[in-house]
């Protein structure tokens, strides 16, 4: 008989990974910081961590772009920056925190800090990409 | 020195200033001039969404500003004239006088944002719907307009003390209005106070939309994406003004953060401010994309946050000024930089009108007590030194309360005998190595005389009474009377 407890973890987990929108998001970018923090240069983390940034925030910007054009009109105010600013927010300090990693070296209380700031906008800029293509993300209670 | 000195021992007389100012800033700030644009824009959006909940919550939370505004506000408002009037009546005066014409539109402008702020929210249950409500909305937008105005003008008035740019030169209003810190300062202070404004919202929220209320989320991240929208400019304005500070006043600014024995704790207050930002920031971006919505005391730490930050700067930028209160125009002490050649040639006692007698305790604590004509000469010169002190330093200082003489006399000389002989050399070069001090405004006899008079602080650890509760006397030495002949020649 083969064994089931595994297979029923594994699905277990990718279900609640999947139950929330910014579970796998954060998932895939606390591994990533891991790995860049293991690595242990911050010149490499603020590389890496912005060639990471630059695909998101394509993404993000392409998105908003095009809802902006669907609902050209008949778009209220409010929404039209809902789907702009938190990205440009979350983009904008992702920067700022890589440009903060760069300059440090790698043990000091700034480089913790910037690496906890680039954790968060990151998780915040994925939002921002997603949240265009899924209406639920802007309209939860709705 | 044509008034008598007001002076509180204890608390301080710039802790007064300070506290009722400090307070009337985060009301203006966080519940006038950020909070109205935001409240307006609310009912404006349940306008044209056709919602009520926005209309419900828009209406609680301006009752809020409403009832602390006309109270707390209204009163600090007031408070800062009589207290900065009663603490310096040298430097409000001269503010009066350059700017007499900003303030008078400043006081049209303020009434008619009472009147306003009377009838928007007194209206807003009778002009419910149709044009009327249109009205209303138009109304709304009306006073947050007039609440940033009346910010405009004053915060013209708060970059000319630091820095009075051409007017010094030219000595026009308009040189002084448009002095190089204004539209920076400006710029700084309206997205705080949006910003302010949004956390306030935030906080209040909760307490008014029910928690299972799908509006509530709705709501809290309507009123987030405000403040998100503010939090860039407030660090992009932070930056600009930062950048026109001149660089004496940057000097200052390790000493501005706590006091003078913590000095190096600018790095550390510098870390707080950082971390302050990004946790409105957090908090904030938080609430956009939660789907349950943030737990109420979340916003508490942001909020509490930017009220100490808030409070801090406004204490900053009171202390970089320093020596000054009027940037190289007055000094803190009230005196006049022009007026200094006359002072050192016919001596500050010449031109001070009051006298506080001195008091038993003081006569009590002469370190040496001469018998005989010696006695009555001993106590002529303490008494020229109290009026010195009342004068020259009772400002800032305190004898034995906040920002004392003893306690920096103490920590300087320690347990040996402060005679005139160890502190002379110090008091007069103290400006030099306290940038922040004022010079010695007086002749050579009146720094002996303070000196003489601050002896006493070593064995007397007795407040010293203000004109408020001691009472005054006209001053009467030889030099006020040869100064002022040709005047009173006329009367």
């Known amino acids: 008989m083969r064994p089931h407890f595994l297979e029923d973890d594994v699905n277990w987990l990718l279900r609640w990974l999947y139950a929330g929108p910014l579970r796998l998001p954060l998932l895939n970018v606390l591994m990533l910081v891991a790995l860049l923090t293991m690595l242990g240069n911050p010149k490499v983390f603020a590389f890496v961590g912005a060639a990471a940034v630059l695909p998101c925030s394509v993404l993000g910007f392409s998105g908003a772009w095009v809802e902006s054009r669907r609902q050209s009109g008949k778009f209220p105010l409010f929404d039209r920056l809902l789907i702009w600013v938190p990205g440009a927010v979350a983009l904008a300090l992702c920067i700022m925190a890589l440009l903060l990693l760069s300059g440090t070296d790698g043990q000091s209380a700034l480089f913790l800090i910037a690496t906890a700031v680039f954790t968060f906008e990151m998780v915040m800029l994925l939002w921002a990409a997603t949240a265009p293509r899924d209406p639920t993300l802007l309209r939860p209670g709705a | 020195m044509d008034f008598p000195v007001f002076h509180l021992d204890i608390l301080g007389n710039r802790a007064l200033v300070a506290i009722i100012a400090i307070l009337h800033v985060l009301v203006n700030h966080g519940l006038a001039v950020g909070l109205m644009p935001l409240i307006a824009l609310m009912e404006w959006h349940g306008v044209r969404k056709n919602d009520p909940r926005w209309d419900n919550l828009a209406y609680r939370i301006l009752f ?32 009066i006088r ?23 929210t007194l209206t807003w249950k009778k002009w419910a719907s149709g044009e009327a ?17 009346t910010m405009a003008i004053i915060v013209s008035i708060l970059g000319f003390m630091m820095d009075p740019g051409n007017w010094l030169s030219e000595n026009t209003l308009l040189a002084g209005f448009t002095n190089p810190i204004y539209l920076p300062q400006l710029a700084f202070r309206t997205p705080l106070a949006a910003a ?6 935030l906080f209040l929220v909760p307490f008014f939309v029910d928690r299972h209320d799908p509006f509530r989320l709705e709501a809290s991240r309507a009123i987030a994406l405000w403040t998100l929208i503010a939090s860039p ?4 304005g932070g930056w600009w003004y930062y950048s026109v500070i001149p660089g004496t006043m940057m000097e200052n600014l390790a000493v501005s953060a706590m006091t003078l024995q913590f000095m190096g704790w600018l790095n550390d207050f510098l870390w707080i401010v ?6 409105v920031l957090i908090t904030v971006q938080l ?61 500050l006692l010449a031109y001070t009108t009051y ?10 604590a002469m370190p040496d007590r001469p018998t005989g004509t010696g006695y009555q000469g001993a106590i002529e010169r303490l008494q020229r030194g109290k009026d010195v002190f009342m004068t020259a330093c009772s400002r800032c200082h305190t004898t034995n309360g906040v920002n004392a003489v003893a306690t920096h006399m103490q920590r300087m000389f320690g347990d040996r005998p402060w005679s005139p002989s160890l502190t002379l050399d110090y008091l007069s070069n103290m400006h030099n190595a306290q940038p922040y001090m004022p010079p010695f405004p007086g002749t050579q006899e009146e720094l002996f005389d303070l000196a003489t008079y601050l002896e006493l602080l070593q064995r007397s650890a007795t407040a010293v009474a203000g004109a408020q509760q001691a009472g005054s006397v006209l001053a009467t030495p030889p030099g006020r009377s040869t100064a002022l002949r040709p005047l009173e020649g006329r009367q």
């Not at chain 2, 900003?102 to 008619?112: D, G, Q, S």
Request: hydrophobic letters at 55%; one cysteine or more.
């Open chain 2, 64 to 95: 809020v500003a409403f009832i602390i505004t006309t109270t707390v506000g209204a009163l600090t408002g007031v408070g800062i004239w009589f207290s900065v009037s009663l603490v310096n009546p040298y430097s409000i005066g001269s503010l």
């Open chain 2, 98 to 120: 350059v700017f007499f014409w900003a303030w008078f539109v400043e006081w049209l402008v303020f009434i008619t944002e009472v009147c306003l702020i009377l009838a928007y």
């Open chain 2, 133 to 149: 409500k249109r009205r209303h909305v138009r109304l709304g937008f009306a006073l947050a307009t007039f609440s940033w105005i």
């Open chain 2, 196 to 201: 302010m404004a949004g956390i306030v919202a």
């Open chain 2, 233 to 236: 400019f407030v660090l992009l």
């Open chain 2, 274 to 279: 950082a971390l302050t930002v990004l946790a």
């Open chain 2, 287 to 347: 609430t956009i994309v939660s789907r349950r919505g943030v737990p109420r005391f979340a916003y508490l730490l942001p909020l509490l946050a930017v009220f100490w930050l808030t409070g801090h700067f406004e204490r900053v930028r009171e202390f970089i000024r320093k020596p000054y209160v009027i940037g190289r125009y007055m000094y803190a002490n009230g005196l006049r930089v022009e007026d200094y050649p006359l002072l050192r040639r016919d001596g």
């Open chain 2, 355 to 364: 006298s506080i007698p001195l008091s038993p305790p003081e006569i009590t």
